[in-house]
Nanobody, 123 residues
Framework: QVQLMESGGGSVQPGESLRLSCAAS????????MGWHRQAPGKERELVAS???????KYADSVKGRFTISRDNSKNTIYLQMRSLRHEDTAVYYC?????????????????WGEGTLVTVSL
């Protein structure tokens, strides 16, 4: 099954930058869309950014112009470059991947989540 390995979280001051990485292993799976979600203290989990296998991207309004998602298909890895970080960006960030595989001769789409990495922006 696909496994996601995240790295790059940490604690920074407002205005600084961080870069998150997520490597996806695919064993008999086709990886389609990938992305980043986050859950801030006291808030619901939200989609931050997504990227397709063809490099089409989408962003939450709150991070447009500051965050950039990218993908290296040869390495099965996605990145999230976070710039001009704000206090409200503090959250646990999760890497996600949509995969397809055959189950009993049926093509099934499955969602896989990473363990999460903590980003803290302290005032």
């Amino acid at each position: 099954q696909v496994q996601l390995m995240e790295s790059g979280g940490g604690s920074v001051q407002p205005g600084e930058s961080l870069r998150l990485s997520c490597a996806a292993s695919r064993i008999g799976f086709r990886v389609n869309d990938m992305g980043w979600h986050r859950q801030a203290p006291g808030k619901e989990r939200e989609l931050v950014a997504s990227i397709t296998s063809g490099y089409d991207t989408k962003y939450a309004d709150s991070v447009k112009g500051r965050f950039t998602i990218s993908r290296d298909n040869s390495k099965n890895t996605i990145y999230l470059q976070m710039r001009s970080l704000r206090h409200e960006d503090t959250a646990v960030y999760y890497c996600t991947a949509e995969t397809e595989t055959f189950v009993n001769d049926t093509l099934v789409a499955l969602d896989t989540w990473g363990e999460g990495t903590l980003v803290t922006v302290s005032l």
